[in-house]
């Protein structure tokens, strides 16, 4: 696609209800991220995929936070049990190489737990 | 443990100024450093910087890296209103095959008319 599409641009949910938040990256960008902005912070890294190499998941903040990545496609986050410190905007972002060549950023899920 | 530091954190200026922003950086195994212009949701990429001492420039937006010193600028001359943003800064290490992005917390530059 022109460019990376994250879906859906707004969710609301109620506290303890499993979320999934799909990102579609740039055709042929092997590296993919997920990063977590709360209201006024910087960009929390959350997992990064690369290939078919075992992904780097150090920044997942607890064990209700999964991802997932079939191949160099779409990605999916899910984060379980919902809590309102999950609420945040979720950031997807894919590079063709990591690290060597520029991310893009996806428009972004904002996730708001009631 | 990986580190961006930005200052100032917050900026406000009239249009016609110019501005300078900066990021310093820790990050064992340092491969390029990025700067991002985040308005609403989605940061939009304006530069890579791999070599030290090479100025990148785009329109108004110059760029440069100094790997002596661990640091880069942003400059933005004749600032415009339109120019109001977070600007992020963001590191790419290699790490034992993990090339996650570092973000810094980023400076907020307001524009005033």
């Known amino acids: 696609g022109a460019g990376v599409s994250q879906s859906p641009s707004n969710k609301v949910t109620e506290k303890g209800k499993d979320v999934e938040l799909r990102c579609d990256p740039i055709?042929?960008?092997?590296?993919l991220y997920w990063y977590r902005q709360r209201l006024g912070q910087g960009l929390e890294f959350l997992i990064y995929?690369?290939?078919?190499?075992?992904?780097?998941k150090s920044g997942l903040p607890s064990d209700r936070f999964s991802a997932e990545r079939t191949g160099e496609s779409v990605s999916t986050l899910t984060i379980q049990r919902t809590q309102q410190e999950d609420s945040a905007v979720y950031l997807c972002?894919?590079?063709?190489?990591?690290?060597?060549?520029?991310?893009?950023f996806g428009q972004g899920t904002r996730l708001t737990v009631v | 443990e990986d580190k961006v530091v930005q200052s100032p954190l917050s900026l406000v200026v009239h249009e016609g100024d110019t501005v300078t922003l900066n990021c310093s950086y820790e990050v064992t195994n340092f491969r390029s450093l990025l700067w991002y212009k985040q308005e609403k949701k989605a940061p939009t990429f304006l530069f890579m910087l791999t070599s030290s001492g090479i100025e990148k420039k785009s329109g108004r937006l110059s760029s440069i890296l100094d790997k002596k010193e661990l640091s880069s600028i942003l400059n933005i001359t004749a600032t415009q209103t339109g120019d109001s943003a977070i600007y992020l800064c963001a590191v790419a290490p290699t790490q034992g095959g993990s090339e996650k992005l570092v973000f810094g917390k980023g400076t907020k530059l307001t524009v005033n008319p």
């Open positions: 055709s042929g960008h092997t590296a």
């Open positions: 972002a894919s590079s063709f190489v990591a690290g060597g060549t520029e991310a893009f």
């Open positions: 995929f690369q290939g078919n190499s075992a992904p780097d």
